[in-house]
């Protein structure tokens, strides 16, 4: 079957409801099945390409039967637009204020690149920067993005499961949770060379999951946003996405993934653990000590005072999630 899928680039943050439906459609068009991801890879290493091809392009996908009802793969949310996406941003080695990042990471190198799979697999692995992109088919799913400060975005990522790439490495079966770290560079980062620079973070910044969190099929590596390759200020070349959970489990510009029989350490958590959970499962109802978490504040188009207030849902709206914390006290383990 022969699928043409328009560039993104012809959306205009202006266009609202025509960004909305143009990106629908790409969503659906891309659970048809899209297997072409490799395919359309640019050669060239130039910094954001995209992962669509410059323009409207031809591409296979197997077939209509591989459509899966997976609905929480897209949204009836309207997008944030790229250009907010890429310049409101939470990356502490680069600096602490939202507009940091972009103005302190364009020098980043992230190719050469090296992500390593080890710790209790049967076959750890490294990934190169171009396996990022060439080892599992990729694809596109829009997320809501629930920052623990109370604002949020809906973000059209690519990139694949988390649990297809850990068992590219064959987990054994003693392995509970799983731990990433990020690059840590304090040359590249600036916020790594001194505690007063990095928010008082003792690098590299870590995160960890549960095994089975980390193997739903939601949890999700991203090597790209809005059709092109992540800006170094989203994590470049590589981040997870864990879109049921607070912003600060997403992890960006990871480095490492190691499987472990033990909890690992967690960056916010290690922090401020009466205000940082390792679980950070989003709840309107366990507020953050300093303010509440019943509603946040949805990035949209419109200057920084006409953007909507709306009510916070249980798990961001991810309800399938549920079943993983059916024994759990989510009051507790916030
Ligand atoms: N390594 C690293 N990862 C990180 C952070 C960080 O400071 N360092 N900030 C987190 C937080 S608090 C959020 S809300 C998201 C923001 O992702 P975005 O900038 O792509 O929107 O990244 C998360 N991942
Ligand atoms: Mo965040």
């Known amino acids: 079957m022969l699928i043409k899928i328009p560039a993104p680039s012809a959306c205009k943050e202006n266009q609202v409801t025509d960004e909305k439906i143009y ?39 197997t077939s209509a039967l591989d459509y899966s009802p997976a609905k929480h793969y897209v949204t ?22 939202k507009s940091d990042p972009v103005a302190n990471a364009q020098g980043f190198k992230v190719d050469p690149w090296h992500l390593t799979i080890d710790g209790m697999v049967e076959k750890p692995i490294t990934l190169g920067y171009d396996d990022l992109f060439k080892k599992l088919a990729l694809e596109e799913r829009i997320y809501r993005l629930r920052c623990v400060e109370a604002w949020s975005m809906v973000i059209p990522w690519i990139g694949f499961s988390l649990a297809d790439l850990i068992k590219q490495a064959q ?116 507020d953050h000590p300093r303010w509440t978490q019943a509603s946040e504040r949805r990035i949209t188009t419109g200057g920084l005072f006409n953007q909507s207030r709306i009510p916070t849902q249980m798990f961001n709206g991810y309800d399938e999630v549920a079943p993983l914390y059916k024994n759990l006290d989510l009051r507790r383990n916030y």
């Open 76 to 97: 009836d949310d309207i997008y944030t637009p790229e250009d907010k996406v890429i310049n409101y941003n939470n990356f502490y080695e680069f600096g602490t204020g």
């Open 23 to 61: 990106h629908q459609r790409r969503a659906i068009i891309k659970s048809l099945g899209f297997m072409g991801a490799a395919s359309l890879l640019h050669t060239s290493k130039a910094s954001a390409f995209n992962l669509f091809g410059d323009d409207e392009k031809t591409v296979f996908a």
């Open 171 to 286: 987990p054994l079966s003693g392995a509970k949770y799983v731990a990433f770290e990020t690059l840590y560079d304090p040359k590249q980062m600036p916020g790594q060379r001194s505690r007063f620079s990095g928010g008082g973070i003792d690098y590299p910044y870590v995160e960890g999951l549960r095994i089975d969190e980390a193997m739903h099929p939601l949890a999700f590596m991203a090597v790209g946003l809005y059709g092109k390759t992540l800006p170094p200020q989203n994590g470049a070349p590589i981040r997870l996405v864990v879109p049921w959970k607070y912003g600060f489990k997403s992890i960006k510009s990871i480095t490492r993934i190691k499987l472990t029989d033990k909890k690992p350490p967690t960056t916010w958590n290690l922090l401020g653990a009466n205000e940082y959970g390792f679980y950070a499962n989003v709840n309107p109802e366990v």
